[in-house]
Nanobody, 119 residues
């Protein structure tokens, strides 16, 4: 069982920056893929950025060049640095961890953290 706890959300002005952090209850080296997803009001949950335990990363088009996802193996955290924030980025951001078991991959989710981009 993996527990993920997000932190760092809040209110930020357009053009500002925010750093989200997600703490894992287990050694993140055992988690194949960690990622950040967002869900706006009335929308489905969509990936923002993911990072594999090999270090490979993927970003949504809207995040490329503005967001950076990193893993800190010593602290068992995955972080998302968000720069040049836009109002359309207002959403609940969820941390996700994908673990490979012999029976297949299981996804774990945090409880989410609200990010509001507004004047």
């Amino acid at each position: 069982q993996v527990q993920l706890v997000e932190s760092g959300g809040g209110l930020v002005q357009p053009g500002g920056s925010l750093r989200l952090s997600c703490a894992s209850s287990v050694d993140i080296k055992s988690i194949y893929q960690l990622g950040w997803y967002r869900q706006g009001p009335g929308n489905v949950r969509r990936p923002v950025a993911t990072i594999r335990n090999t270090g490979g990363t993927d970003y949504a088009k809207s995040a490329e060049g503005r967001f950076t996802i990193t893993r800190d193996n010593a602290k068992n955290t995955v972080n998302l640095q968000k720069n040049s924030l836009k109002p359309e980025g207002t959403a609940v951001y969820f941390c996700n961890g994908g673990v490979n078991y012999t029976s297949g991959r299981k996804n774990y989710w945090g409880q989410g953290t609200q990010v509001t981009v507004s004047q």
